[in-house]
């Protein structure tokens, strides 16, 4: 029995060895993560030494079975425990994932392994912070309080706190609450010189790397961004093996062929291009169990597809729909209630800035119901032409969804002069559908006029964004 007990484990180790998913889940078990092999290593340490920023999956697999304090802190003859194995290998997001699971956060503090306090902690404290603050606060609360240099610390979470909505609760202070203004005045400036790229009009891959950017993505590596930027390419990878219910699934695959069909990037039926765009949307219906999958999410997906590989594209358009500045799920859910209201903001400015629109609007018995739910669902993507579609998007990424208002009276403003004389329903529908600004009477002078305006727009303060 015991020669039967070494040899299971013996093949358990050697699965890990060769990143063997199928055999490694088969084999699991509570009785394998207290075997000990050469070193007093158990089966974790072993999975923590081969793990790298690429390969993951095996110390995943693990934690799925593996999640008690005493099993996930272990050490091995030298004193090592998994953690302390992470750190040393500088795989913070890992280690992070560790710590949440329940990991002893003791080899946090040990200087013989970070070297002088506050090496790492400001990244650890960011990735904790991002994945179970709520459920572990006295570990970001210990970080703060035990670290020496914790201004940097806070200055690196800052942006982490604004993009979660998370104000640290215990793990900050009324200090620490200063130093975060601070950072977040600096964001700011920042998103100046940022905005001036936008106004240069920037392509390829300058555009790519201010959009991550702007979307607080970006940034050198090992920065708070980065940090986020790779967690969210890791949950797409993840949720490729979560299921999700058969209505959805169907519901996706029946957009696909729809979206952008006369678009040489998307032309091959089901080829690499249409099967990158299911997965994004995908992986978004996983995570956002309350909207799961709407039609207007594929135009948007299929823009970012169209500048980044799909594990990049997922990121950014996560953060579109989930991040407080955009937030475009508002629109989606409770029943396309937020849309809806977002529609009676259009009309009162209208009103306000287009009062001869207004007017005729009312004579045509025409309400912004038949226009605004496909401008903003798709963010224009399919009504304004791509090279002023992308100024669009990086003015939208600089200022958030305010950007969808003030587009809006831009295009009804440019369009007044054609729809005034219009007593037909369907003209009016064409000229609102945006038909005219694939035409070549929609000059770049026009555009030009059309994103001044759209800078210079300021929304009412009568008028809240949601």
């Known amino acids: 029995l015991v020669n039967d007990e070494e040899k299971e484990e013996e093949t358990l180790a050697e699965a890990v060895r060769r990143g063997d998913l199928e055999q490694l889940s088969s084999l699991l078990s509570e009785q394998s993560a207290t075997y000990r092999y050469e070193g007093g290593r158990t089966i974790l340490h072993l999975a923590c030494e081969g793990a790298t920023e690429e390969e993951t999956g095996t110390l995943r697999a693990m934690l799925r079975v593996f999640n008690s304090e005493e099993i996930l802190s272990i050490e091995d003859d030298r004193g090592r425990s998994p953690l302390s194995i992470l750190l040393k ?74 993009l979660h909505g998370n104000d640290g609760g215990s793990a900050q202070g009324e200090v620490e609450e200063k130093m975060a203004k601070k950072m977040m005045k600096k964001e700011k400036r920042s998103k100046k010189t940022l905005s001036k790229m936008v106004m240069k009009c920037a392509e390829g891959e300058d555009r790519r790397e201010m959009w991550r950017e702007l979307l607080g993505l970006g940034g050198e590596q090992g920065s708070v961004g980065v940090c986020e930027y790779q967690r969210l390419r890791e949950e797409y990878a993840d949720s490729l093996a979560n299921s999700l219910p058969a209505k959805v699934t169907l519901e996706i695959y029946k957009d696909i062929p729809r979206t952008y069909p006369s678009e040489p990037f998307f032309a091959v039926p089901y080829g690499a291009s249409q099967c990158a765009l299911y997965h994004i949307l995908r992986a978004y219906a996983v995570k956002d169990e309350d909207i799961r999958y709407t039609q207007g999410m594929a135009s948007v997906a299929g823009i970012l597809l169209m500048h980044f590989p799909v594990e990049d594209a997922y990121p950014l358009f996560s953060t579109l729909f989930q991040h407080p500045k955009f937030c475009f799920r508002y629109f989606f859910k409770d029943c396309m209630q937020g849309l809806l209201d977002a529609g009676d903001r259009v009309t009162t400015l209208v009103q306000l800035k287009l009062p001869k629109v207004g007017a005729w609007m009312k004579q045509c018995s025409i309400e912004t119901s038949y226009f605004i739910p496909r401008w903003f669902l798709e963010l224009y993507a399919t009504t304004l032409p791509p090279h002023f579609l992308y100024r669009v998007w990086d003015l939208l990424f600089v200022r958030g969804v305010e950007v969808l208002y003030a587009v809006a009276i831009a295009l009804l403003d440019y369009l007044q002069p054609q729809l005034l004389p219009v007593t037909d329903l ?7 559908r945006g038909d005219v600004f694939s035409s070549s009477a929609f000059t770049k002078i026009h555009q030009f006029k059309l994103l001044k305006a759209v800078a210079n727009f300021k929304l009412p303060p009568s008028l809240p964004l949601f």
């Open 426 to 432: 369907s003209t009016a529908f064409a000229l609102l």
């Open 89 to 162: 290998k500088q795989l913070f997001t890992l280690a992070a994932t560790l710590v949440n699971n329940g990991a002893s956060a003791d080899p946090l503090f040990d200087e013989t392994i970070n070297g002088p306090l506050c090496a790492h902690h400001s990244q650890l404290l960011g990735l904790v912070l991002t994945t179970a603050h709520t459920e572990r606060p006295e570990v970001t609360k210990s970080i703060l309080t035990t670290t020496k240099k914790w201004k940097k610390g806070v200055e690196r979470v800052a942006p982490i706190i604004s």
